[in-house]
């Protein structure tokens, strides 16, 4: 993949973000930076990037609405978020757990939550990169940044 095939800067939908913790907005914060510092992301068709990418949630999709630099519109494209509605569901119950165990629990108890939320992150970003074979083609790291940004805009009040 070349290095013009990446994302140059990522818009979340304003209206899907919401703000509960200080650890969802860090976690929100690390994964944009992480993303934009080191991505590969080539939409199907003959585009040329970098690409702005636009996400949102409509209609229970996920909305990845692709753009050039100057915000030109290029592609738009939706996945449905059932398949991964339970990986996201258990995602944020252990990083609920992990995040009390930090206050209270012992080093081998934590480690053994946050595997598990490791775990899970992987898992839900596969099933990610699954989904976006025929409209994206994007590697292991650019995904579970991208499932980060998704359980964010998951988020519900």
Known sequence: MSDTQKIA???LDKKSVVSLSAQVDH???VA??????ENSFDPEGDFKGPFNLHLS?????LVFDVRDVSD???TKFTLPLSPLRSVIKDYFLVCDSYYKAI??????QIEAIDMGRRGLH???????RDRLVGKADIDANS???LFTLICVLHIRV
């Open 27 to 29: 976690e929100r914060k």
């Open 122 to 128: 992987d898992e839900g970003a596969e099933i990610l």
């Open 9 to 11: 800067d990522l818009f």
């Open 72 to 74: 030109g519109d290029l």
């Open 143 to 145: 995904s579970r940044r």
């Open 32 to 37: 944009i930076y992480d993303l934009l510092e």
């Open 103 to 108: 206050k209270v629990s012992s080093p081998s």
């Open 57 to 61: 949630i409509a209609e229970n999709r």
